[in-house]
T-cell receptor, first 113, second 112 residues
């Protein structure tokens, strides 16, 4: 089954404690993204990657890091989380190009206290 | 100005009616558009995509694209309570990032 998986699905943590949210896709997609979703603001892209070892900033990259060492994996790293990073996070993947469906992971609800 | 604009709603329609969801976009060069449905707390799922001017139909759903007016719409015929969700419009606005830009979504409520 074609899918994007994320872990953990729910996470409550404290300010400053480093965390990683994993993302993996089994469709051999080149393009992967991380989004955050906040009420009234919609989905905003944090980082994206067009291929292995190629990553770049999206709309709201501050406070986040990513890496793409393998095609299937695209972890999101919060080195020093803050309460304003409390949000619902989605990983997504698709083929490169403008006309392809984007597949979303199930989401990770992060709360930073 | 946001690149993809949607009315946040809620749009309330009775069961069996046609729901009409609208979206405008700022990038005249945008070529392809997507409608996603998102239930509360769940991930977005693709409903329709459209590349060409005109209408595209798939079951109870019709997507309409008017590039001259920079306008995209989604019609849902015979609306069901299970259609109650937030509908996200998205398009490729930034050719450099090849990123999908999303509107903030319209919440649809179908009343039984």
């Amino acid at each position: 089954e074609a899918q994007v998986t994320q872990n953990p699905r729910y996470l409550i943590t404290v300010t400053g404690k480093k965390l990683t949210v994993t993302c993996s896709q089994n469709m051999n997609h080149e393009y992967m993204s991380w989004y955050r979703q906040d009420p009234g603001l919609g989905l905003r892209q944090i980082y994206y990657s067009m291929n292995v070892e190629v990553t770049d900033k999206g709309d709201v990259p501050e406070g986040y890091k990513v890496s793409r060492k393998e095609k299937r994996n695209f972890p999101l790293i919060l080195e020093s989380p803050s309460p304003n990073q409390t949000s619902l996070y989605f990983c997504a993947s698709r083929e490169t190009g403008k006309g392809y469906e984007q597949y979303f992971g199930p989401g990770t609800r992060l709360t930073v206290t | 100005q946001k690149e993809v604009e949607q009315n946040s709603g809620p749009l309330s329609v009775p069961e069996g009616a046609i729901a009409s969801l609208n979206c405008t976009y700022s990038d005249r060069g945008s070529q392809s558009f997507f409608w996603y449905r998102q239930y509360s707390g769940k991930s977005p799922e693709l409903i329709m995509f459209i590349y060409s001017n005109g209408d595209k139909e798939d079951g109870r759903f019709t997507a309409q694209l008017n590039k001259a007016s920079q306008y995209v719409s989604l019609l849902i015929r015979d609306s069901q309570p299970s259609d109650s969700a937030t509908y996200l419009c998205a398009g490729f606005m930034d050719t450099g990032r090849r990123a999908l830009t999303f509107g903030s979504g319209t919440r649809l409520q179908v009343q039984p």
